[in-house]
């Protein structure tokens, strides 16, 4: 409609390698990723080739060492590179983010020998992980999960049913919280499980109202036996490895939330500077140019949360209270953005001849994932003013 295009986000970078990052990740989104989303979402086409593609770049351990084949990035660095992926299609930005939570309890908590093993090709080697906590029962309250694992010699031999798992069914490995002792948060064990374990299936993805190209879906453990070499940190240390692995990811998900946002945003400008109404265009409208002044203005708060509180974890300190905050904040200003981008499109913006659709469509699951806001609310009231009574 317009012949103003977007313009990049204007980032603040701390070093030319990661500027450098970046300009590979917009050419690889303008080559490989935004000119085939709109129609593989509507088919539901899930995009392994280009997984493998950003594996053999170095953009799926980004955060992590090194020594086991990351790109040892500074969280600041990768939440950015997530943002531009998701702006480009949250099946793919989300898809990494999920990822890089499946490989955080093995960096964080393995051994050198289980590091060496495993890290180099979950991170550079071509494989997809995924991450296994919630069950059909067990979501917000995730220490109540019931999936066991029992000790049988050297192995653990695991059963029950995980839920809402994202990549289910097409995952390389799976990050599995079980139940190996007594109830509640301490009884739970992490364990590092290969794709193809005997035993384990997945059942059919769930049908969901977006994200069409990411399968989720539930996994059954049938008598599935874990080698305890891949047990990951000790017996019931599980749900910290858990809530640790939670707080980084939140991230992840604020900083695709603002890339949806973004998203939708570049495109009710483009929309708006060129639809033509009452001799002039839409954009002229005081109405419609304060929607997109105060649309502009979430987003760039939202940007600034999240990096502000990755900033805090690259320095070794504190972040959960953030990391909740980021999450909640960027989330719902995604879903508030998307909706005023279809209002701003008007007709066309219900339609699928325009992307402000999906984005709307999309940006509601990032207000549930990795916790739901209210649960973000539980989070950050209890720093405030601590527990509640019982």
Request: proline share 4%; with cysteine; hydrophobic share 40%.
């Amino acid at each position: 409609m317009s012949d103003r295009a977007p313009q990049p986000v204007e980032r603040q970078l701390p070093t030319e390698e990661s500027r450098d990052l970046l300009a590979l990740v917009r050419d690889m989104i303008q080559r490989e990723i935004a000119p085939r989303a709109a129609a593989e979402e509507e088919a539901g086409h899930f995009p392994r080739e280009i997984f493998a593609l950003l594996s053999e770049s170095g953009l799926l351990g980004l955060p992590y060492d090194a020594e086991y084949g990351g790109g040892e990035q500074p969280y600041e660095v990768y939440l950015q590179v997530l943002e531009e992926l998701a702006a480009a299609r949250l099946t793919v930005g989300l898809g990494v983010s999920v990822h890089s939570l499946a490989c955080h309890a093995l960096a964080g908590y393995g051994t050198k020998e289980q590091k060496a093993a495993h890290l180099p090709a979950m991170l550079g080697g071509g494989l997809l992980g995924a991450y296994c906590l919630s069950e059909p029962a067990s979501g917000s309250d995730a220490a109540s999960l019931r999936t066991k694992a029992v000790r049988d010699g050297d192995d653990w031999v695991v059963t029950g049913t995980k839920a809402w798992i994202t990549h289910g069914g097409i995952a390389d490995f799976y990050t599995l919280l079980a139940r190996t002792g007594e109830e509640g948060a301490r009884g739970i064990s992490a364990f590092l499980v290969p794709g193809d374990a005997e035993g384990l299936s997945a059942a059919a993805p769930e049908k969901k109202m977006g994200m069409k190209g990411s399968p989720t879906a539930q996994l059954n453990f049938d008598g599935v036996r874990v080698p305890d070499s891949r047990r990951i940190g000790e017996e019931g240390q599980g749900f910290a490895i858990a809530l640790s692995a939670l707080d980084s990811g939140r991230l992840g998900i604020a900083a695709c939330a603002v890339g949806v946002a973004q998203a939708a945003l570049d495109e009710a400008v483009s929309y708006a500077t060129g639809r033509q109404q009452f001799g002039r265009p839409i954009a002229d409208f005081q109405g419609l140019r304060f929607m997109l002044a105060d649309m502009a203005t979430q987003i760039e708060a939202g940007r600034a949360l999240y990096l502000a509180a990755a900033r805090l974890r690259d320095a070794g300190r504190p972040f959960s209270q953030q990391a909740a905050m980021a999450k909640l904040f960027c989330t719902d200003t995604a879903m508030r953005v998307t909706t005023d981008a279809v209002q701003v499109l008007g007709g066309y913006g219900y339609t699928l001849d325009f992307p402000v659709e999906r984005f709307m469509r999309e940006a509601k699951v990032l207000q549930i994932v990795e916790g739901t806001n209210q649960i973000q609310r539980m989070v950050i009231a209890r720093r405030l003013v601590g527990p509640e009574t019982r």
